[in-house]
């Protein structure tokens, strides 16, 4: 499976710039990728601005990425700002309870599928508790006789809801606009990720400065399940890598080296 990293800077709350910015980018790893991962919440940036940002699944943005999804031939996983359809409809209409938003990853195949997922892990520190609604569901995605687990930035540092039960999952991707401060736990979290899991595990963070004048320097990589650094983007630029993974050689290390068979089981209650 060959999985592209692509690290941008965003467009601070400009959907279409960012979109616009995109497609020159996806076009140029058509025959290259047959995944491309994107940061989190990739066409506005981590803003809070729930309410006037969120599209539901059928907004614009999903249909967009899911075109271009069919017309690269690849998958697009990423993150954005959305919303249930009944309140996008009624955006005009009398104040919606921020409860209805979501920091929503998606992954979108070129066969048309479409898989979603709600982050669990708010970022309360910078107020995402306050205007966006927790996920509960973990769904592992099937692709292309991959299994594919998708979470988002925060979720990193929460290694049980990470926690791949009886080799559930062959690959964990992190979509993330992890910050400058805290960038050394997001490069060594990412590692033990896949370590622990015996997984390869990808990381795609953004570059540049925010809204609210959060620097990003990046730092995404793709690991293998030994914790082998595969492929990494520079910091500080805007830029792709591309690593290809081998289920063969994954499947054939969890028979040798079956650590997974002794693991705890565990149950989180939402």
């Not at 926690?163 to 559930?168: H, I, K, M, T």
Request: aromatic fraction near 12%; charge should be neutral.
């Amino acid at each position: 499976m060959r999985v592209t990293l692509l690290q941008t800077d965003i467009v601070w709350e400009d959907k279409q710039e960012n979109l616009r910015l995109l497609r020159r980018k996806l076009k140029a790893l058509r025959g290259v990728a047959e995944i491309v991962v994107l940061p989190e919440t990739f066409s506005t940036g981590f803003s809070m601005d729930s309410r006037r940002l969120a599209e539901p699944v059928s907004g614009v943005t999903i249909a967009t990425l899911r075109q271009w999804a069919t017309e690269f031939q690849f998958a697009i996983t990423g993150s954005y700002i959305a919303c249930d359809e009944e309140v996008d409809a009624n955006k005009n209409a009398a104040p919606i309870p921020d409860k209805s938003y979501y920091n929503r990853a998606f992954f979108l195949t070129p066969e048309g599928g479409a898989y979603y997922y709600d982050k669990r892990h708010l970022f309360r520190m910078g107020q995402e508790t306050e205007h966006f609604t927790a996920g509960s569901q973990r769904p592992v995605i099937s692709y292309r006789g991959w299994n594919i687990l998708l979470l988002v930035c925060y979720d990193l540092r929460f290694p049980v809801w990470s926690r791949n039960v009886n080799n559930e999952y062959d690959l964990l991707i992190y979509v993330a606009n992890w910050p400058v401060p805290r960038r050394r736990v997001w490069d060594i979290l990412l590692q033990a990720r896949a370590l622990e899991n015996i997984s390869y595990v990808c990381g795609v963070n953004r570059i540049g400065t925010d809204g609210n004048q959060m620097l990003y320097n990046g730092g995404s990589v793709i690991y293998s399940p030994k914790g082998d650094l595969l492929a990494s983007v520079p910091d500080h630029e805007e830029g792709t890598a591309t690593a290809t993974l081998d289920l063969s050689v994954l499947r054939e290390f969890r028979q040798r080296f079956p650590a997974w068979k002794d693991a705890e089981c565990f149950q989180i209650k939402n």
